[in-house]
């Protein structure tokens, strides 16, 4: 994800824009996982400038699990294709 995060902010960012952020997002049957990859971005900066746009990593694993959860019901009810 940093590689990503390094191109975009080397080739692709304009002058005044803010630092990239990427969000890692992981789900199998038994586990979810959310993470932020801030590119060697200070953890303190990155939470002081982007707190109040971006949701807590444990709010996005609870919709993860929520959206899993419904789509092995419905798969469950197409006879577990």
């Known amino acids: 994800m940093n590689f990503y995060l390094n191109y975009w902010k080397r080739e692709v960012m304009a002058e ?7 969000l890692l997002l992981c789900s ?8 932020y990859a801030t590119a060697g971005l ?10 109040v746009a971006l949701p807590r990593p444990e709010q996005l694993q ?12 419905r798969r469950e009810g197409q006879g577990g294709l």
Do not use: C, H, M
Not at 28 to 35: G, I, M, N, R, S
Not at 42 to 51: A, E, H, I, T
């Open 16 to 22: 005044g824009d803010n630092p990239p952020v990427g």
């Open 62 to 73: 609870r919709l993860i699990e929520g959206d899993r959860a419904v789509w092995e019901q």
């Open 42 to 51: 200070d953890q303190q900066l990155f939470v002081s400038r982007y707190l």
């Open 28 to 35: 199998d049957k038994d586990q979810t996982k959310v993470e």
